[in-house]
């Protein structure tokens, strides 16, 4: 990469940061989305990001921001940020909001991932070496959880998990017990067709929506209720949300020197293996990770095996390497794909 090319250097890969909360008192609901939204403007700012749209329903909050996405529902909170975003910084104020506004007053698990950087050398000091971002986490949650490093050489995926309530050991009537099915799958791309990615462009289509019609975006996964934005001059971010409470978000770094695509829902199915073929042959790119992680209780918890066994994507992509571990009663599986040589 040229001098020249680094100023116009973005990165696309994102931090994900997952929490869920329990024990609330008697007398109280519990409801993350009583956070006054001036309050999660206020959150924001540490990070370095912004709202730019919101959609809502009955049980999610999704946010379209400058950086990528975030999600509220009544337990959890998702924060996903890209470029040279500080996520981690706003934990301290969060949980001080959580227990302020919510009624929740105890952690439950924690999550944060990210795909390895391709400029590492341009982030904030925390976020250059993963293993000071598990020390920070350690420190944030006072608690020990677990770091995992999946790799097939080349690219890698960091994985934080921490489980802060033995749920089955409460019994003082403060901690909701419930198991409830939880998953996420994850799609990250890069090496992207350029004539894909130049449809991610302002000179290319006017809005967003035009985008996302002409490129099958809305079609991906059904009846979504879609929140969609096209940046000046490229790039594109989208948040779609279900009745159910399920989402899904796609953002795109559409400059050929750096292309970038993820793709992240929690919209549970038995299998993933056409889902997966649509998002690769939609965007093209030349080498991705998919991530899946699913509880016991999941309707997808038999999917991280199929994820495993799932050699090939469509006629157009091989698996190279997956890793299966255990992590907190989650099965959690990560593939890593490479287009096959023309």
Not at 216 to 229: A, H, N, Q, T, V
Not at 287 to 302: G, P
């Amino acid at each position: 990469m040229t001098d020249k090319e680094a100023l116009h250097f973005f990165e696309g890969a994102e931090k994900l940061l997952e929490i869920w909360f329990t024990g609330y008192k008697e007398g109280s609901d519990g409801d993350l989305r009583k956070i006054p939204r001036q309050k999660l403007e206020s959150l924001l700012k540490l990070v370095h990001c912004e709202v730019i749209s919101f959609t809502s329903n009955e049980f999610i909050d999704a946010y379209v921001l400058s950086e990528s996405s975030m999600f509220v529902t009544r337990r959890r909170f998702i924060l996903k940020t890209c470029g040279t975003t500080t996520p981690l910084q706003c934990l301290k104020l969060l949980l001080i909001l959580v227990q302020h506004y919510s009624g929740f007053h105890e952690v439950e698990k924690v999550f944060y991932s990210r795909k390895n950087f391709k400029r590492p050398d341009f982030q904030h000091n925390l976020y250059k070496d993963f293993k000071q971002e598990v020390a920070y986490l350690d420190g944030c949650f006072k608690n020990k959880g677990t770091g995992h490093c999946m790799d097939n050489g080349n690219d890698c995926w960091y994985l934080y998990s921490l489980k802060a309530v033995d749920l089955k050991e409460c019994e003082n009537g403060l901690v909701q017990m419930v198991d409830e099915p939880d998953q996420t799958i994850e799609i990250l791309m890069s090496d992207l067709d350029p004539k894909v990615m130049d449809n991610f462009r302002k000179d290319r289509f006017f809005n967003a929506d035009e985008v996302t019609k002409y490129c099958g975006i809305d079609k991906l996964i059904p009846f979504m209720e879609i929140d969609d934005y096209l940046f000046e001059p490229c790039g594109y971010s989208m948040n779609g949300i279900l009745q159910n409470g399920s989402y899904m978000t796609i953002h795109v770094t559409p400059e050929p020197q750096f292309s970038y695509v993820s793709f992240e829902t929690n919209v549970p199915l038995s299998s993933y293996e056409e889902l997966i073929r649509r998002i690769a042959e939609t965007f093209q790119p030349g080498k991705f990770i998919v991530t899946l992680m699913a509880n016991k209780t999941s309707a997808a918890a038999d999917s991280t095996k199929e994820l495993k066994n799932l050699s090939k994507v469509g006629e157009g992509w091989r698996q190279l390497s997956n890793e299966l571990c255990d992590v907190n009663d989650y099965d959690v599986t990560v593939a890593f794909y490479s287009k096959f040589p023309s």
